[in-house]
């Protein structure tokens, strides 16, 4: 059965890198099929569709965050990272890790962590 | 981006009645080439990630109980829970991944009459 683990800093300081990790155990992140994808929800609002990285290594991202968002593998840890530059009050929220079908739909998610923005 | 728009914002509902969400997508998320719609709905409860209910519009996720349906095409989606449980209480998200970025809507809560 597959799990996902998200870790890292639970504050950031404004202006920043936001970095986090996503820990895959009982399959591979480089399992045909799947779109390792990270979803961040604001406080009390919806949820909001950050990017991915593919079983193949190719890499997206929300065109609403710019040029700030780096997506990255390492299959030798089958872990996945995001990290968030130049970071504001208003990238605090719970960031999700999940296993993304190659449909688009996500079947499997992290637990979240909270990252806060602040001095 | 398309946009995803649910009804109500929140909904109370009696227990063993029935409850109905609507979602609306601001296109059609109905793709041609394999005739399926690219919308998806998920249960989230307090203090946990969401949870996968339904896929393609209208597949059940394995272990998600009957109880649970979907159904639309094209722009207007519908997820029903037949009779209402005390665990179904949550809120509720559609999401299209039709195209990228893949949004959601924002979000039904459920609540108990």
């Given at each position: 059965q597959v799990q996902l683990q998200e870790s890292g800093p639970g504050l950031v300081k404004p202006s920043q890198t936001l970095s986090l990790t996503c820990t895959v155990s009982g399959?591979?992140?480089?399992?045909?099929?799947y779109y390792w994808t990270w979803i961040r929800q604001h406080p009390g609002k919806g949820l909001e569709w950050i990017g991915y990285i593919s079983y193949s290594g190719n890499t997206y991202h929300n065109p609403?965050?710019?040029?700030?968002v780096t997506i990255s593998g390492d299959t030798s840890k089958n872990q996945f990272s995001l990290k968030l530059s130049s970071?504001?009050?208003?990238?605090?929220a719970v960031y999700y890790c999940a296993r993304v079908q190659s449909g688009g739909f996500g079947d499997v998610w992290g637990q979240g962590t909270t990252v806060t923005v602040s001095s | 981006d398309i946009v995803m728009t649910q009804s109500p914002d929140s909904l109370a509902v009696s227990l063993g009645e029935r409850a109905t969400i609507n979602c609306k997508s601001s296109?059609?998320?109905?793709?041609?080439?394999?005739?399926?719609?690219?919308l998806a709905w998920y249960q989230q409860k307090p203090g946990q990630p969401p949870k996968l209910l339904?896929?393609?519009?209208?597949t059940r996720e394995s272990?998600?109980?009957?109880r649970f349906s979907g159904s639309g095409s094209g722009t207007d989606f519908t997820l029903t829970i037949s009779s209402l449980q005390a665990e179904d209480v949550a809120v509720y998200y559609c999401q299209q991944?039709?195209?990228?970025p893949y949004t959601f809507g924002q979000g039904t809560k459920l609540e108990i009459k």
């Open positions: 399959g591979s992140i480089s399992s045909g099929g609403s965050l710019q040029s700030r970071v504001t009050a208003a990238d605090t | 296109q059609s998320v109905l793709y041609s080439s394999n005739n399926k719609n690219h339904i896929y393609w519009a209208s272990g998600v109980p009957d991944y039709y195209t990228t």
